[in-house]
C-alpha cells in the first residue's frame, strides 16, 4: 500500500526511538518525505506525534535511529559501521534548514515583528542587516502583516501572531517546515485562514510536515497521511486513500470518532 | 602543602564540643527572635503613629546597618550606658533584636495573604482582638511564612560565628586556638565549616518535614 | 554618657579612607560575583549531571557556612595553595565567592521562570544555547533580576564588615582603630552605623532609578495596555 518514495527523499527518518524515563514514547519510527510533498501526521493524542517534530529538531535527542535531511545525516550519523553522535555545532548548522512552527508559537515578547525574522538570519546566518531587513519585509507583507512590522506580538491578534511565527521560520530559508497543530491554538473562525495560508505555502513547493486534528486540511492539503498510534507509524499512504479505505482497524476508529465531531485529544 | 586528613579528624571533637555553643546560643536567639518579632508584627497591627515611626527608623536602621557592627553596639556601646552584658549576651541580643526585624517584616509580607473575611467573621462572633490574633491570625500566619521562617535560621546559625570576634569562644575561635596551636589553621576551619554545614542541613531538612506533616495535616 | 564630636572632628580622615576602600572592594566584589553567579547558574542547567552535582555543592556550601567562615578559608587557603596576596585583595575575592552562589541562584531561578519554549524557539532556529541566552532569554529576565540582585547586593556590603577581622582598613576596620585610640566606642561606631547606612540607603536609591529605567523598556507591553497595568505593575515599595 505504500507508495515507493522517490530516489532522495528530502525527509528519511529511520528506526527511531525515544523513552522518557524507561517508557518508550517512539518505537522504530519510518518515514520518508519527497520534496515538495505535504504529509499530516495525524493520531489519537499521547501517540507521540509532538514527540516526533521535537526529536526531528533534535529538541529531545532521540535514544538511536537516524534522520537525513536532504542526504544529509542530522544529529546522528552512520560512519562504515559505526554510529557517530554529531556534536552541537554540527546539530545547530542543519537546524536552519527544518523550520518549525510550535503550537504555542513562542514568538519572542521583548522584540518587534520584524525584529522577530530578522534577529535569527542575522545571528544565525550572519546576514547583513539590510538584507535581513529586506527579506522580513518581503515575508511579513507577503503574509499579510504588512505595516505590522514594528508591533510587538502582545499587540498582534491570534492569527498575526501565527503568521509572524511561520514568517520566522520561513526566513531561514529552510527546505522543510514542520508544524505541530497550526489550528489547535486558535479561534474557530480563523482556522479557515490558516489552511489557506499551508494550502499556499503547499502550492509553492515547500516541504511540510503538519501534525493535525483537522480532518479537512488532511484530506484536501495533504499529499500524505501518515497515521500514528502507540509510537510507531501504523499506516501511510495517498490522502485520498487513507481517508476513504482505512486498511488499519486503529485507523478506521480513529476517522469514525473524528468524523463524529468528538475532540479527538 | 599537602591537606591533612589527620589534622582534620584530630579536631573535629573539640570543634563538634564548641558546636553545642552555636547550637545552644542560636537555639535561645531563635526563640527571642520569633517573640519579639511576632510581638512587633502585633504593635505595629495596632496602627499607633508615633511607635510605627519609631519602629520604622528601627526596622531601616537594622536593616541597613552590618550585624557585626549592631553586634560591636552591643558590646562596646552599651557598657558605656550602664549596660554592661557580658559578650554572649549583648551577642545574643543584638542577633535577636537583628533577626526579630527581619521576622516582623516576613509576617508583614504574610499577613497580606491572609484572607480579610477571615478577620471579619471572627469579628461577626465578637472574639476580643487577642483571641483572634493568637486563634485566627498567627497559626496560619507561622504555616505560611515557614519556608522563610527556615532561611532566618539558617541565617541566625551563621551569625552566631560573629560572637568569635567579641570573644566568645565558639566554633570559630575554638577554631583559631587551636590552629594558633597546630599551624595548620587551613584543615581547622574546614572543620568548623563542617560544623556549620551539618547544623544548617539539620536545620533544612527539619524544615522540610515539618512542611510536609503541615501539608500532610491540610490535605 | 556624653557624646564628644570632636573625636569625629579629629578622625573623620579616617571614616573617610574606610568608607572609600568599602565601596571599591564591594563593587569589585559585585562586578567579581555577578560574573562568577551566571557563569555558575548557566553551568546549573547543563545536562551533565556532574556539573549540575558540582554546582550544588558550590552554591550549597557558600550559603549554609558563615561568610566569616569562607573568608578566614580563602585567607589561609590561598597560602596553602602558594598564591599570597594583599589583605585587601584575598577580601574582596572571598566577598565575591560569596555573593556569587546567591547570585547565580538569583540568575537560574529568573532563567527558570521564563517558559522553556522561549529557549527552544531559539535553539530551532539554529542559535547556540550562549545565543540564544544573549538573544532571547537575557533580555526577558533582566527586569526581573534587579529587585533580588539589589538586595543581594546590600547583604554584600553588609557583610564586606567582616572583613575588618583579616585586617582589611575597611570602614568597620577603621572603627575600630579609632575605638582602640580614643577608648570612645560610642562616637566611633554611632559614626560607622549612619556612614553604613548612608551608603545602603544611596544604594537602593540608585537600584530604584535603574529599575524603573529598565521598566520602560521591557514591559512596553504592560504599560501600554492599562488594564494590565492595573494588575501587574505594582508601585515600587520604598527599600529604605
Same mark, same amino acid.
Given at each position: ?46 501517540c ?36 557517530? #553522535? ?28 520584524? $525584529? ?27 503574509? =499579510? ?5 514594528? #508591533?510587538?506580538p ?34 474557530p $473562525?480563523?482556522v ?6 499551508l494550502? #499556499? ?35 501511510? =499512504? ?20 473524528i ?7 | ?7 582534620l ?35 505595629r497591627?495596632?496602627k ?14 537594622? +536593616? ?43 509576617? +508583614? ?13 471572627? @469579628?461577626?462572633?465578637?472574639?476580643? +482582638? +487577642?483571641?483572634?490574633?493568637?486563634? !485566627?491570625v ?9 519556608? &522563610?521562617?527556615?532561611?532566618? !535560621?539558617?541565617?541566625?546559625v ?5 560572637l ?10 575554638? &577554631? ?18 563542617? @560544623?556549620?554545614? &551539618? ?21 | ?39 555558575v ?28 567562615i ?12 602558594? %598564591? ?21 541562584? %538569583?540568575v ?7 517558559? /522553556? ?5 531559539? /535553539? ?16 526577558? %529576565?533582566l ?13 554584600? %556590603? ?13 570602614l ?19 559614626? *560607622? ?9 544611596? *544604594? ?34 520604598? /527599600?529604605?
Amino acid at each position: 500500500m505504500t507508495p515507493t518514495p522517490p530516489a532522495t527523499p528530502l525527509l528519511s527518518v529511520s528506526a527511531l526511538r525515544k523513552s522518557f524515563r524507561g517508557t518508550p514514547v517512539l518505537k522504530d519510527v519510518y518515514l520518508d518525505v519527497a520534496k515538495g510533498e505535504v504529509v499530516a501526521l495525524i493520531g489519537p493524542s499521547g501517540c507521540g506525534k509532538s514527540t516526533l517534530l521535537r526529536c526531528l529538531t533534535w529538541l529531545d535527542p532521540p535514544d538511536d535511529g537516524f534522520i537525513l535531511i536532504d542526504g544529509q545525516p542530522f544529529g546522528r550519523a552512520l560512519v562504515g559501521d559505526t554510529v557517530r #553522535r554529531q556534536g552541537r555545532r554540527e546539530i545547530d548548522r542543519l537546524r536552519p534548514k527544518i523550520g518549525m512552527v510550535f503550537q504555542q508559537l513562542h514568538l519572542w515578547p521583548h522584540l518587534s515583528a520584524l $525584529e522577530n525574522v530578522v534577529r535569527p538570519q542575522v545571528v544565525v546566518l550572519k546576514r547583513p542587516r539590510e538584507e535581513a531587513v529586506a527579506r522580513a519585509q518581503d515575508l511579513l507583507a507577503g503574509l =499579510g502583516l504588512g505595516g505590522l512590522e514594528d #508591533r510587538f506580538p502582545y499587540a498582534l491578534s491570534g492569527g498575526q501572531k501565527q503568521r509572524a511565527a511561520i514568517a520566522r521560520a520561513l526566513a531561514m530559508d529552510p527546505a522543510l517546515m514542520l508544524f505541530d497543530e497550526p489550528t489547535s491554538a486558535l479561534d474557530p $473562525e480563523l482556522v479557515g485562514g490558516v489552511l489557506q495560508l499551508l494550502r #499556499r505555502l503547499a502550492g509553492e513547493g515547500m516541504t511540510m510536515v503538519v501534525v493535525t486534528h483537522e480532518i479537512g486540511f488532511a484530506a484536501h492539503v495533504a499529499d500524505r497521511i501518515a497515521f500514528m498510534d502507540g509510537g510507531r507509524i501504523v499506516e501511510d =499512504g495517498p490522502a485520498r486513500q487513507v481517508m476513504e479505505a482505512p486498511a488499519d482497524p486503529r485507523l478506521a476508529a480513529f476517522l469514525d470518532l473524528i468524523r463524529s465531531g468528538r475532540p479527538a485529544a | 602543602m599537602t591537606f591533612q586528613f589527620a589534622t582534620l579528624l584530630s579536631v573535629m571533637p573539640a570543634l563538634s564540643q564548641a558546636a553545642l555553643v552555636n547550637l545552644r546560643l542560636a537555639a535561645i536567639i531563635v526563640v527571642l527572635a520569633v517573640l519579639g518579632g511576632t510581638l512587633l508584627t502585633i504593635l505595629r497591627a495596632m496602627k499607633i503613629r508615633p511607635v510605627n515611626a519609631a519602629i520604622a527608623v528601627l526596622i531601616s536602621f537594622i +536593616r541597613g546597618t552590618p550585624l557585626l557592627i549592631q553586634i560591636f553596639l552591643f558590646f562596646y556601646v552599651a557598657p558605656a550606658f550602664g549596660l554592661d552584658l557580658g559578650p554572649e549576651t549583648a551577642g545574643v541580643t543584638a542577633i535577636a533584636l537583628n533577626s526579630s526585624i527581619f521576622i516582623t517584616e516576613m509576617m +508583614r509580607g504574610g499577613l497580606q495573604s491572609i484572607p480579610p473575611g477571615q478577620i471579619e467573621a471572627g @469579628c461577626a462572633l465578637a472574639l476580643p +482582638r +487577642r483571641v483572634i490574633w493568637r486563634s !485566627i491570625v498567627l497559626p496560619q500566619l507561622f504555616r505560611r511564612i515557614l519556608p &522563610a521562617l527556615v532561611g532566618e !535560621i539558617t541565617i541566625v546559625v551563621k551569625g552566631t560565628a560573629l560572637l568569635s570576634v567579641i570573644t566568645v569562644v565558639d566554633v570559630l575561635r575554638t &577554631a583559631q586556638q587551636i590552629a594558633s596551636s597546630t599551624y595548620r589553621p587551613f584543615e581547622t576551619l574546614v572543620g568548623a565549616a563542617l @560544623c556549620f554545614l &551539618a547544623i544548617n542541613l539539620a536545620v533544612m531538612a527539619a524544615g522540610r518535614l515539618i512542611e510536609s506533616r503541615g501539608a500532610d495535616a491540610r490535605s | 554618657m556624653t557624646f564628644d564630636p570632636a573625636i569625629l572632628a579629629d578622625y573623620w580622615p579616617l571614616f573617610l579612607q574606610g568608607a572609600w576602600l568599602t565601596v571599591r572592594i564591594c563593587a569589585v566584589a559585585f562586578i567579581v560575583g555577578y560574573s562568577i553567579g551566571i557563569l555558575v547558574a548557566l553551568a546549573a542547567l547543563v545536562p551533565s549531571r556532574i556539573v549540575r552535582a558540582l554546582v550544588g555543592a558550590y552554591v550549597g556550601l557558600l550559603r549554609s557556612v558563615p561568610f566569616i567562615i569562607i573568608l578566614f578559608l580563602v585567607y589561609y587557603g590561598l597560602p596553602f595553595a602558594g %598564591i599570597r596576596f594583599p589583605a585587601y585583595v584575598t577580601g574582596t575575592l572571598a566577598l565575591a565567592l560569596f555573593a556569587s552562589a546567591y547570585y547565580a541562584e %538569583i540568575v537560574r531561578g529568573a532563567i527558570l521562570s521564563l517558559p /522553556r519554549g522561549q529557549f527552544e524557539s531559539a /535553539r530551532t532556529v539554529g542559535m547556540s544555547p550562549l545565543q540564544a541566552m544573549r538573544h532571547v532569554v537575557f533580555p526577558q %529576565i533582566l527586569r526581573g533580576l534587579v529587585p533580588p540582585s539589589v538586595n543581594m547586593t546590600l547583604t554584600m %556590603i553588609k557583610e564586606s564588615a567582616v572583613l575588618s577581622s583579616i585586617t582589611v582598613a575597611e570602614l568597620t576596620y577603621q572603627s575600630l582603630v579609632v575605638q582602640g585610640n580614643t577608648f570612645a566606642p560610642f562616637e566611633a561606631f554611632a559614626a *560607622v552605623t549612619l556612614i553604613y547606612w548612608a551608603i545602603t540607603v544611596v *544604594v537602593a536609591r540608585l537600584a530604584a532609578i535603574l529599575e524603573a529605567r529598565t521598566g520602560t523598556a521591557e514591559r512596553e507591553d504592560v504599560e501600554r495596555n492599562a488594564l494590565a497595568a492595573s494588575f501587574l505593575t505594582l508601585e515600587a515599595p520604598k /527599600r529604605r
